[in-house]
């Protein structure tokens, strides 16, 4: 793992804690904020082939999820596909404690998403525009 982006990554998200993973074909960067009541997150992945690597959910967390550019394929831990996300398409995600397994074919395949605090968002209701 390195904080070096790849010099062809899409976006360089300013103040954002960035961490990269590369293989021989292929590489994954994640540039996030952990804040307060909110972590944000852009998942950039580029394989020159099919690529499967596990996620591990540590915590019960609803996800907000927009893929940006390619597709992801989120297996379960019983080994059926749990999710399919498709660029220009957006899901909210409740994710339990389990490891997952994502299969991306080759390709650029990026990822926006953010999770926050459980009970922040209805703090802000009655002053929320309607």
């Not at 070096?4 to 590369?22: E, G, M, T």
């Not at 996620?55 to 597709?71: M, Q, S, T």
Request: glycine share 6%; charged share 20%; proline share 5%.
């Amino acid at each position: 793992m390195s904080q070096r982006l790849p010099a062809d990554c899409s976006y360089r998200v300013p103040y954002a804690r960035k961490r990269c993973w590369r293989g021989e074909n292929w590489w994954i960067t994640e540039q996030a904020y952990d804040a307060r009541h909110a972590y944000v997150y852009l998942i950039e992945v580029s394989p020159r082939q099919t690529l499967r690597f596990s996620v591990e959910c540590l915590r019960r967390d609803l996800h907000w999820l927009y893929p940006l550019a390619g597709e992801f394929c989120i297996h379960g831990p019983d080994g059926m596909v749990a999710l399919w996300l498709v660029a220009d398409e957006h899901v909210q995600v409740r994710a339990e404690v389990a490891t997952y397994e994502v299969t991306l074919p080759g390709g650029r395949h990026l990822l926006f998403g953010f999770v926050v605090e459980r009970g922040w968002p209805s703090r802000y209701l009655g002053t929320a525009l309607a």
